[in-house]
């Protein structure tokens, strides 16, 4: 997408400056013709009747032919296909202020933790830790309870510690920290421990300049209220910032914007998203939710997939070893069973015929 946008906005620029040029072509042609006319001599007065009636009916034939010329540039501008000229798009430039004090190594911690829905299980006794300065994603499919566990850890749940300085700033996809009737600068301004003109300031670089700031959230588009959100949460006294799908409704420039705001924060920071390329260029540890267990890994998105393909070729290895086993057994099995064994060991060998043969389409599924 980037790459297409680039390559349309060369070319537009490309035909707005032949567009250009052809223009200044076509209006000094027309001004050089002008000129010419109107410094044409007029007849000398001590020039004979004659002569001045052979100089004065040159003079207007070549003045004829310049304005004929001079109507045929201008028919020629008015035909030329107007093009415009592109026009830059502004990005959002977003500030973190310095984040608060936080001495304790650990600043989020669960032990045993589980959450059903009665008969439906989301996660059992599953156990994590948070470090201070992690960037830690939250991954996995919807449903497998990611929101859920988020909002177990806000809600200070049983088997759950925060770090005692821990001051928690939260983004849900409902955007429900903002007041629908409130203006932007005073949904801002609400827990700011900033000046009015620094958070001025920064609403100014996420695009909200002059009066935009007193518009109210319930008429703004959804990636402007993601923007609104994201100031209202940077401005506050916080040292562990907790995103739910930050991503939602903002586009490409937006969204790079925080990449590069997130990747330079300075504090700890939990987040869910399904944006792989924002997960790799963010996090540094990831948490993983899946099959109603919870799997840490240090490092990248990208490390993780990594990891995981090479587990699966090596299961893929150990496979292929357990076939071969399997098979060659089940070649004693059948040559036993076809010298007529005796009942006893008859019914032993069909039994563990039976369960090869199902062994051996689980290995192959």
Not at 87 to 105: H, R, V, W
Not at 198 to 217: M, P, S, Y
Not at 296 to 311: I, P, R
């Amino acid at each position: 997408y980037k790459y297409q946008k680039k390559m349309e906005k060369e070319r537009k620029q490309f035909e707005y400056n032949q567009y250009i040029i052809e223009k200044k072509k076509i209006e000094n042609a027309i001004v050089d013709r002008n000129q010419r006319s109107a410094n044409m001599k007029k007849t000398p007065t001590r020039m004979g009747i004659s002569e001045a009636r052979l100089h004065k009916r040159s003079t207007s034939a070549r003045q004829a032919k310049l304005y004929q010329a001079t109507n045929a540039l201008h028919t020629r501008l008015e035909k030329l296909e107007k093009k415009e000229k592109p026009k830059n798009i502004m990005k959002a430039q977003i500030d973190i202020p310095a984040i608060g004090e936080l001495n304790s190594k650990i600043v989020i911690s669960g032990d045993e933790i589980s959450k059903a829905y009665g008969d439906r299980v989301l996660f059992e006794k599953v156990y994590f830790q948070i470090y201070n300065g992690e960037k830690v994603a939250l991954i996995g499919d919807n449903g497998s309870g990611k929101t859920t566990l988020i909002r177990m850890i806000l809600d200070g749940m049983d088997n759950i510690k925060l770090a005692k300085k821990a001051r928690i700033a939260y983004f849900s996809q409902e955007l429900d920290i903002l007041e629908e009737g409130s203006t932007i600068l005073e949904n801002v301004m609400e827990n700011s421990i900033h000046s009015e003109t620094f958070v001025r300031t920064l609403l100014a670089r996420l695009l909200f300049r002059r009066e935009d700031v007193t518009k109210k959230i319930n008429v703004l588009s959804g990636g402007e209220k993601v923007k609104v959100a994201f100031a209202k949460i940077f401005v506050q006294d916080v040292n562990l910032i907790i995103l739910d799908e930050p991503t939602n409704f903002l586009d490409v420039h937006s969204i790079e914007s925080l990449e590069e705001v997130l990747h330079e924060y300075e504090g700890t920071l939990l987040f869910v998203s399904h944006d792989r390329s924002f997960i790799d260029k963010i996090a540094n540890k990831l948490l993983i939710l899946e099959n109603q267990t919870l799997t840490m890994f240090t490092g990248n998105y990208m490390e993780y997939l990594n990891s995981k393909d090479k587990l699966s070729n090596n299961n893929q290895e150990k496979n292929k070893g357990r076939l071969l086993i399997l098979k060659n057994r089940l070649s004693e099995i059948i040559s036993k069973l076809s010298i007529n064994p005796k009942d006893e060991e008859k019914e032993s060998l069909d039994k563990e015929f039976s369960e090869i043969i199902n062994e051996i389409n689980l290995l192959k599924k």
